[in-house]
């Protein structure tokens, strides 16, 4: 014959069998695959990557250094990532408190007066406190001890959610990565553009000089017979428009170093920077190594990469949620109605030891739809992963076609510039001696001074560019 409590712990192990059923969810392995090179011609040295260098080896300029070390210290969105951070790891702490025994000290006291007819009432008519009494009285409840539980982690739900939090706090750190990436390659870009506003405010002034030396000729031309006023209007008309364009490349200017001052946590002020030809700041020649490279260099695919393990950590966590979970207490301490009777051992010891293992069996609606919920998760993070490898490779290759054509749009356009300058001189002569029109010398004059403008953007992208393939390869973070 099988004993009653065995029938029972048969039964009850059938119902947690049938409560540790679990569904199906689809999750999704990433599909990585990336080329051998960026593009055809491309410099593939494995060596010398742009990313394997930091933002003071990789920049030169003194003031646009010093306006990235302020940036790193004073950025309010680098701040407030670190203390993402910081809170990203004290989860890692509270997680892996979960799967440790909880132990606790305490301390407790009530009174309680119960009824007269009563099992209880009965019980205490009958104990020697009240022998002096014929009813029950109010007693006091007094008790101290050690109070512990442990679930146990049979199946490494919490060790699982444990290192889903490791993940996370290394995703974060990753995220920091990728923001310093961004704010490095942002200041070095207006850093480029202040100075190429400088560039554009000098080519104005040297030709407005040039256009008044006209207008002196012209004038002194208009004295001797040799002109008419409607050339002179033509040319001091042409000096007050250039002049006008000089405040409107002033206040360029104020905004981006309102711009540089915000991304660097300053109030507006000016920005110290380097004076000069802006012509002859010269590109960094960017080495791009192989696109396989982007998976160790860019923060934000690793950041991606650690979400996804995070998310596949997630479905092992929600999956446990379908299985039994076993868990253990106990206690260990005294307990008296009376002090003077509280320390009496073993009449006032207290010792308590219990196990139990819970399973889902009814209404386990919420526990499978965060279990789907997980699997697409994990689904989502995949897919983003595979998208994040996408964008860096098109980011790469875009920039590195870039550099290419903005070269050779470079020499043209230094060509055609050489070519009208020397077009200045020509026409100012042969309007002096009679044989060429003022319009003539209008038109050459605004020619040159648009063809050095655009020759300044020109140079202003090309900086741009390898900025934007420094930061597309990884770098700035380091």
Avoid at 415 to 427: F, G, H, K, N, T
Wanted: hydrophobic fraction near 45%; aromatic fraction near 8%.
């Amino acid at each position: 014959m099988i004993p009653t409590y065995c029938k029972y712990l048969v039964g009850a192990l059938l119902l947690l069998t049938l409560g540790c059923s679990v569904p199906q969810v689809v999750t999704r392995t990433p599909e990585v695959a990336v080329p051998q090179t960026f593009t055809a011609g491309t410099n593939a040295d494995t060596t010398l990557a742009a990313a394997g260098r930091r933002w003071d080896d990789f920049f030169t300029d003194p003031y646009l250094l010093h306006l990235i070390d302020t940036a790193l210290v004073n950025n309010k969105e680098v701040n407030i990532l670190l203390q993402r951070i910081a809170v990203a790891r004290n989860e890692i702490q509270a997680r892996k408190g979960e799967y440790l025994p909880t132990v606790n000290a305490g301390l407790g006291t009530d009174v309680e007066k119960v009824g007269r007819y009563t099992r209880n009432g009965a019980l205490e008519e009958s104990l020697e406190i009240n022998e002096d009494r014929a009813f029950p009285e109010f007693l006091t409840n007094i008790q101290f001890g050690l109070y512990a539980s442990w679930e146990l982690d049979v199946w490494k739900q919490l060790r699982n959610a444990r290192q889903v939090a490791v993940l996370e706090y290394l995703a974060t750190v990753e995220g920091r990565n990728f923001l310093v990436t961004n704010l490095v390659a942002e200041i070095a870009e207006s850093y480029f553009e202040l100075l190429a506003l400088d560039g554009e405010l000098a080519n104005l002034e040297r030709n407005i000089a040039i256009q008044e030396d006209a207008l002196r000729v012209v004038n002194l031309m208009q004295q001797a017979g040799r002109s008419n006023t409607l050339a002179v209007r033509r040319f001091e008309a042409e000096v007050q428009k250039n002049r006008s364009e000089t405040y409107l490349v002033r206040q360029d200017i104020a905004a981006v170093e309102n711009r540089l001052n915000f991304l660097t946590g300053r109030t507006p002020g000016e920005i110290p920077r380097t004076r000069g030809d802006f012509l002859e700041v010269q590109p960094v020649s960017v080495a791009t190594g192989i696109p396989s490279q982007l998976l160790r260099n860019r923060p934000d695919i690793r950041q991606a990469e650690l979400e996804m393990a995070a998310a596949n950590l997630d479905v092992s966590v929600a999956r446990a949620n379908f299985l039994p979970s076993f868990g253990i207490r106990a206690g260990l301490g005294y307990q008296a109605f009376n002090l003077r009777y509280l320390l009496k051992t073993p009449e006032s010891l207290l010792l308590s030891l219990a196990g139990d293992a819970m399973a889902p069996l009814v209404n386990r609606n919420a526990i499978e739809a965060e279990y789907q919920n997980a699997g697409a998760r994990q689904v989502q993070a995949a897919y983003e992963y595979e998208q994040t490898i996408l964008k860096a490779y098109q980011e790469v290759a875009t920039e590195v076609s870039n550099i290419d054509k903005l070269a050779h749009a470079y020499r043209l356009k230094e060509e055609q510039v050489a070519m009208l300058d020397e077009a200045i001189e020509v026409s100012n002569k042969l309007f002096q001696s009679t044989r060429a029109e003022y319009l003539e010398v209008l038109l050459t004059q605004r020619d040159a001074l648009e063809a050095r403008t655009d020759l300044i953007e020109t140079r202003k992208e090309q900086l741009a560019a390898t900025v934007n393939l420094y930061q597309a390869l990884g770098g700035g973070w380091k």
